[in-house]
């Protein structure tokens, strides 16, 4: 294998030496290492897409095993975990050099790229209830706590849905029940949010809780939205029913105010306090 060809496949050096030997401008020739079994060579081309940086010369007989690029990239893509090892473990031995500076960097962009690859498909296998191509990424090496861009994670997804299913995996598979995406949404209030009832119960029985940020602004909002359902759930979810918003105001507030009386029973209800006072000093019945 000559220095400059350009290389598609990867070699594993099963018995014998080989060497890499650089060759100058001025033609000089300077070996760069000695290949003995268990070494590899090759990677450098494949991965960063440059040509051969060294020539490798045969020492004495040699046994080799090649690998086409097409079927390393497909193995990388298909058990990413696995590929993961092998990508770190074809750094190890090599010499610190401007080369291997290179390979090291491709390398953390191709883990990278996968990783960021493999969120999108577990999210997605999630998202449309998918549980058998879910199980299968995950077996790969996908990280079922990664987040897309709106920080959701596969559990918020699922639950937005109502697959019990997939919710009940991905908790067994250790996903954080109570994370919380860009816009403060848990898994359970998505679940609340879209009338998932048997979901909603799932993720309670499994530890969730209902950390609402800025709960009395929330509250208060869903109360004048006057959805009698929602408010239901969420109370009986454990939203502090005497949360208060930046006035003051509990949800009772606003619902006495717009004469929302359904809204108003349910709070009281759930132990909404009538004695509550805002930031001037009104309370529920003035």
């Known amino acids: 294998?000559?220095?400059?060809?350009?290389?598609?496949?990867?070699?594993?050096?099963?018995?014998?030496?080989?060497?890499?030997?650089?060759?100058?401008?001025?033609?000089?020739?300077?070996?760069?290492?000695?290949?003995?079994?268990?070494?590899?060579?090759?990677?450098?081309?494949?991965?960063?897409?440059?040509?051969?940086?060294?020539?490798?010369?045969?020492?004495?007989?040699?046994?080799?095993?090649?690998?086409?690029?097409?079927?390393?990239?497909?193995?990388?893509?298909?058990?990413?975990?696995?590929?993961?090892?092998?990508?770190?473990?074809?750094?190890?031995?090599?010499?610190?050099?401007?080369?291997?500076?290179?390979?090291?960097?491709?390398?953390?962009?191709?883990?990278?790229?996968?990783?960021?690859?493999?969120a999108l498909k577990v999210n997605s296998a999630a998202y449309y209830g998918d549980l058998y191509q879910l199980k299968g990424l995950i077996r790969a090496g996908a990280d079922p706590n990664k987040t897309d861009y709106d920080g959701r994670s596969p559990l918020h997804l699922a639950a937005s849905r109502g697959y019990e299913d997939i919710c009940y995996f991905l908790i067994q598979e250790g996903v954080d029940i109570n994370a919380k995406d860009n816009f403060g949404n848990t898994p359970l209030l998505e679940a609340i949010k879209n009338g998932h009832d048997r979901v909603s119960s799932l993720l309670v029985r499994e530890g969730a809780s209902l950390n609402v940020d800025n709960a009395g602004s929330f509250l208060c909002t869903a109360v004048s939205r006057g959805d009698s359902d929602f408010l239901k759930r969420i109370l009986s979810n454990g939203i502090d029913p005497n949360a208060k918003d930046y006035d003051h105001r509990t949800a009772l507030h606003v619902a006495a105010s717009e004469g929302l009386y359904i809204m108003a029973k349910l709070l009281i209800e759930a132990g909404a306090s009538v004695f509550s006072k805002d930031r001037y000093c009104f309370n529920i019945l003035v």
């Open 1 to 118: 294998m000559e220095q400059g060809n350009v290389v598609d496949q990867l070699y594993f050096v099963c018995h014998g030496v080989l060497e890499e030997v650089g060759i100058g401008e001025d033609g000089s020739e300077e070996t760069v290492s000695l290949l003995e079994p268990n070494s590899s060579f090759g990677e450098i081309s494949i991965l960063c897409n440059i040509p051969q940086p060294y020539t490798v010369r045969v020492c004495e007989l040699c046994r080799l095993l090649r690998l086409d690029k097409q079927s390393f990239t497909n193995i990388l893509d298909i058990y990413f975990y696995d590929g993961r090892k092998i990508l770190n473990n074809l750094l190890e031995g090599k010499q610190s050099n401007l080369r291997v500076k290179q390979l090291e960097s491709d390398i953390t962009f191709h883990i990278g790229k996968q990783e960021a690859e493999l």
